[in-house]
């Protein structure tokens, strides 16, 4: 039987619709989750459609509203991955990689699928020297097709088209697998927790510039950077897979938070845009 980890993109099913798990740390008794796929239509929800589906709770532990829903919801397994062209492909990478892969995303709703979204929990720096050598014997293969693809489909807007293909240049999280492109999630933690672990005491709005100086985790989330602002050194995080595998350099920040947590002070970019400098 499964259990539960309650970590970034496990999928659950409450009301009828698929809510996708975001993050780490939880309220207790709840999951931060967001809805994202229709059962009845096996669609994505429009963003006018997800209002009805959020339920808005503001955790003191992060200083900010989170869409929840109970911890009792239900792990969504579709059981039609038996027979599938999905399930096929994971145990292709499985075999290849030697861990266990997650489905989440579109694919679980629909067979009629543009690409799959794996995820990985529990990834080490192992899983990443792994991938990188599949890159690098075009086992795995990058394509700046599916990158624009990707980004039409998840990113339009902010960053532009230009920055987004120069942030994903040296991506290992994307690649064509048997001709299917495929997205990678890399996890740091095997479950997550329901209760604060890393309580903000404070936090307050960033806009600036910011140098990325030295990668401490890149490619697994939540993605951790040195970086400096205004001659101070601090950490960035971001549990976005937008900022993992940054280029090393001069960033614009709009509308990110400095949060001052009790294991010391962070920039998140999450909420708010990074775009590199070299390119305004």
């Not at 903000?200 to 140098?211: H, L, T, Y």
């Amino acid at each position: 039987m499964y259990t539960p980890r309650f970590l970034e993109g496990e999928a659950y099913i409450h009301r009828g619709v698929v809510h996708i798990a975001k993050g780490y740390q939880h309220p207790p008794g709840f999951i931060v989750a967001y809805p994202r796929y229709n059962l009845l239509t096996k669609t994505r929800l429009a963003e006018h459609e997800r209002d009805k589906y959020e339920l808005k709770y503001y955790w003191d532990c992060i200083k900010r509203k989170v869409p929840i829903i109970p911890q009792s919801a239900h792990v969504y397994n579709p059981r039609y991955f038996e027979s599938s062209a999905v399930l096929q492909l994971k145990s292709t990478l499985e075999s290849i990689l030697g861990v266990e892969l997650h489905i989440t995303g579109s694919s679980l709703v629909t067979e009629e699928f543009n690409d799959v979204d794996f995820v990985i929990y529990g990834a080490s720096e192992d899983i990443v020297g792994k991938l990188s050598d599949l890159f690098n014997r075009e086992l795995l293969k990058r394509s700046e097709y599916i990158l624009t693809r990707e980004y039409l489909s998840k990113h339009s807007g902010l960053p532009s088209i230009q920055d987004y293909l120069f942030l994903k240049k040296n991506t290992i999280l994307h690649g064509l697998l048997q001709g299917i492109h495929i997205n990678l999630k890399l996890v740091y933690y095997k479950s997550g927790f329901s209760k604060c672990v890393d309580p903000v005491i404070e936090c307050r709005e960033f806009n600036g510039v910011v140098k990325v100086e030295k990668p401490i985790r890149p490619h697994i989330i939540p993605s951790i950077y040195l970086v400096r602002i205004n001659g101070e050194e601090l950490l960035m995080e971001s549990l976005r897979e937008l900022y993992s595998e940054l280029p090393l350099g001069k960033y614009i920040v709009y509308n990110a938070r400095l949060e001052y947590r009790e294991s010391g002070v962070y920039l998140v970019p999450d909420s708010g845009s990074l775009i590199p400098y070299t390119t305004q």
